[in-house]
């Protein structure tokens, strides 16, 4: 830290050098940085590194690095594209092209598929819930294709949104969309189990599709070496079985006339008291756990998945990287109703109405991986670092 001159008083902590040939390159919160004021009057701070006396503006390597158009309207886009107007719906409102909607979607879901993965990792949870959605039914419902249409489509490119969250704290630890086979199931266990920390085994609860079974004992199994039956002979083969601690249960739901008619309950993987343990914690019964489940407004939010069957039907193209849009703005931006804490002393308000007597939560601060609700704006404006740093965010 310079000790010399005027204290500076701009943070630059959050900032790295991006030069490869410096010492301090990918680094944060070392102090080489030094905040400049804005070249020619632009929106974006000039710093400098004073290990290798390089300048770069504190925009890159975001997506607004380089772009025309107003900051306040790249948000804005994003965000309605967050809350789940559709691709052309927000080109409308924002007299946009399309094109360029879209364009500044797949950047801003490549950059905040980047921060999920710098800020979701070594995650310990008790529980996870796997889910598929089928994302042409409410279109059937709402009668915008006919079933037969929909069954059509369905054998042509079957369409499943896959979700994995924890429901205590309703973090969405994976979001995926693809046929319902067993590649899928690899794919969405793979995923969860790096969001995991290592040593973490959570209870398993899913819905009766029989390939979890597969994909979970893939990544919870190992190899155990049967005892020799007789004194000689060869050994028997070595097998794989499920890690001791693996609990996981599945919840069959029979849903008739859009009414749940029967629960039904077995425990694939460990014992039915230790399962029961891990809900006794939250306070549910087996019976109850999946009810508890996704309630998350997926519909709402993904353009694709709810309403628009011609947006699915598209393409893929804006799809994968609307659901990383919404797992992120899910995780991160948006406080969850049943997480709100109480505060230990009303804060009054400036206007006449009555104190705020709760503190807003999101899942990604009931996980213990952050301290405060994100803006859409400031997870834009977020510099990923190259590489995991010692300190979070
Ligand atoms: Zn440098």
Request: net charge positive; hydrophobic share 40%.
């Amino acid at each position: 830290m310079p000790t010399r001159g005027r204290r500076r008083h701009v943070d630059t902590s959050s900032h790295f050098c991006p030069n490869p040939d410096c010492a301090y390159r990918g680094w944060v919160g070392w102090g080489n940085l030094r905040a400049n004021g804005h070249p020619n009057g632009g929106p974006w701070r000039q710093l400098l590194c004073i290990a290798c006396r390089r300048y770069f503006l504190e925009s890159l390597g975001t997506l607004f690095h380089g772009k025309c158009a107003a900051v306040d309207l790249i948000v804005r886009v994003i965000a309605c594209l967050a809350e789940g107007l559709g691709i052309r719906g927000t080109a409308r409102v924002f007299e946009v092209d399309p094109n360029t909607v879209l364009q500044w979607l797949v950047e801003a879901a490549e950059q905040l598929r980047a921060f999920s993965q710098h800020v979701l990792h070594d995650v310990r949870v008790r529980q996870v819930q796997l889910d598929e959605l089928f994302a042409l039914l409410s279109a059937v419902k709402d009668g915008a294709v006919s079933e037969a249409e929909a069954i059509e489509r369905l054998e042509r490119s079957p369409q499943w949104v896959w979700v994995a969250m924890d429901p205590e704290s309703k973090l969405v630890l994976a979001i995926d969309v693809g046929a319902r086979t067993l590649a899928m199931a690899q794919r969405v266990v793979h995923h969860v189990a790096q969001v995991l920390a290592p040593d973490c085994a959570p209870l398993f609860l899913t819905d009766g599709f029989k390939e979890y079974l597969t994909a979970l004992l893939t990544h919870y199994g190992q190899w155990v070496q049967p005892p020799r039956r007789l004194a000689t002979g060869s050994m028997p083969k070595p097998r794989w079985v499920p890690l001791p601690q693996l609990l996981y249960a599945q919840v069959v739901k029979t849903v008739r006339r859009r009414r749940l008619v029967r629960v039904q309950h077995r425990v694939v993987c460990g014992t039915l008291e230790a399962v029961q343990q891990v809900l006794a914690a939250c306070g549910w019964q087996i019976n109850t756990a999946f009810i508890e489940r996704l309630n998350l407004s997926l519909r709402q939010h993904v353009a694709a998945v709810g309403r628009r069957v011609t947006t699915l039907c598209k393409g893929e193209a804006g799809l994968r990287q609307e659901l990383t849009l919404y797992q992120v703005y899910y995780n991160f931006c948006l406080p969850h109703t049943s997480l709100r804490l109480l505060l230990p002393q009303p804060v009054p308000t400036h206007g006449t109405g009555s104190a705020k007597q709760w503190r807003p939560c999101t899942p990604a601060m009931a996980a213990g991986l952050t301290d405060h609700v994100w803006t859409l704006r400031e997870m834009l404006q977020f510099r990923v670092p190259p590489w995991p740093q010692p300190a979070g965010v």
